[in-house]
């Protein structure tokens, strides 16, 4: 579904305490999860994805876990630090249409995470 | 590593003018696509090419515009500019391949006075 927000969930964290950022997505037939990190003036940065025959993948510093009973998945930051301070946004991606493209990306509403030093 | 280049970074346009933006994909990477973001909010997907052919169409005005060109370079075109088209312009790229992330340009800021 659309999101609609001026107002941003928000997390703030301690340095070096973990991170748990959740998400809910909209389409059960959705079968492909990106997590996307925000810095003021930039573009989304990829962080990590997961596909759905998977319900755990880790990174360097970051797991994602993803529920496909309940829709829901998450982004796990170990030992954050200020650097990590950023919007995270989840995007689901629609099984698209024959003839469409392999992509249509739909954001989940972002959290700002905040790390106080 | 080369990433996406969007030209120009920020762009002032008054209402009612055209503004043109630019986009120059990894190289490598022959699909692109245009998302719209407005303060506060999450992007939301415009349009996307693949090999110089729209792809996949989502919120864009008919005011906007997009074509894909032979060096996979992309531009959107929008006319008749309102207040409300005030916002970042992300451009991303990936190589046609299902599920492989998209990579992100730094955006272009437009504001429309």
């Known amino acids: 579904g659309e999101s609609v927000g001026l107002h941003l969930p928000t997390l703030s964290v301690q340095e070096g305490d973990n991170s748990i950022i959740n998400c809910a997505y909209s389409?059960?037939?959705?079968?492909?999860f990106i997590w996307y990190k925000q810095e003021s003036g930039k573009g989304p940065q990829f962080i990590i994805d997961i596909r759905s025959n998977m319900d755990k993948r880790q990174g360097q510093r970051v797991t994602v876990l993803l529920n496909k009973t309940v829709k829901h998945l998450s982004l796990q930051i170990a030992a954050t630090q200020p650097g990590d301070s950023a919007v995270y946004f989840c995007a689901e991606n629609m099984v698209p249409n024959s003839g469409g493209s392999n992509y249509k990306l739909t954001f989940g509403k972002g959290t700002l995470l905040t790390v106080n030093p | 590593a080369a990433g996406v280049i969007q030209s120009p970074r920020h762009l002032i346009k008054e209402k009612r003018e055209t503004a043109t933006l630019k986009c120059y994909p990894i190289?490598?990477?022959?699909?692109v696509y245009w998302y719209q973001q407005g303060p506060g909010q999450d992007p939301q997907f415009l349009i996307s090419f693949y090999e110089k052919m729209q792809s996949d169409k989502g919120s864009i005005p008919d005011r906007f515009s997009a074509q894909q060109f032979s060096d996979y370079h992309s531009e959107l075109n929008m006319s008749s500019l309102e207040l409300g088209d005030s916002a970042l312009y992300f451009c991303?790229?990936?190589?046609?391949?299902?599920?492989?992330?998209?990579?992100f340009g730094n955006g272009t800021r437009l504001t429309v006075t």
């Open positions: 190289p490598r990477h022959d699909t």
């Open positions: 389409n059960s037939a959705s079968d492909y």
């Open positions: 991303a790229s990936s190589p046609y391949s299902y599920n492989s992330p998209l990579h």
